[in-house]
């Protein structure tokens, strides 16, 4: 799983990533997941860290330095506006799989996106607000 600690240590704090849109490196996921099928490559939490090779070796890496697995920022293509803007239809719905908190509203995604995971009904529950990001 890919789960990524938000505060110090010894406060409970962070964002578990489920699900992600493969890009780049589509060939190595394929390769990793011994599967052909884009929608499936990194769909749940299993798939995810098998298709990015994702492994306990890799607890407690520092993700704001480069290494096997580091966090990065979208790079837009020179051809683009600077000051252009992408709007993300993001929506919520409840956290599956858990009993404590289980009505709130923390699961957040991409409102449409074939590649988010979970139950549909969840997925399609949810009203979506715009988020902007640069």
């Known amino acids: 799983m890919l789960n990524i600690s938000s505060e110090r240590a010894g406060v409970g704090g962070g964002v578990l990533i489920r699900a992600l849109e493969p890009l780049e490196g589509i060939e190595i996921m394929q390769r990793h997941r011994k599967s052909t099928e884009l929608l499936d490559l990194t769909r749940g939490p299993g798939r995810l860290a098998s298709a990015l090779r994702i492994e306990r070796s890799l607890d ?75």
């Open 60 to 134: 407690g890496l520092d993700l704001f330095s480069r290494g096997p697995l580091w966090l990065g920022e979208l790079v837009r293509p020179k051809t683009a506006r600077p000051s252009a803007s992408v709007e993300v239809p993001v929506a919520t719905s409840v956290r599956i799989g858990i009993t404590r908190a289980a009505d709130r509203l923390f699961r957040f995604y991409e409102r449409g996106s074939p590649f988010v995971s979970g139950p549909k009904r969840l997925l399609l529950s949810s009203p979506a607000r715009t988020d902007t990001t640069r």
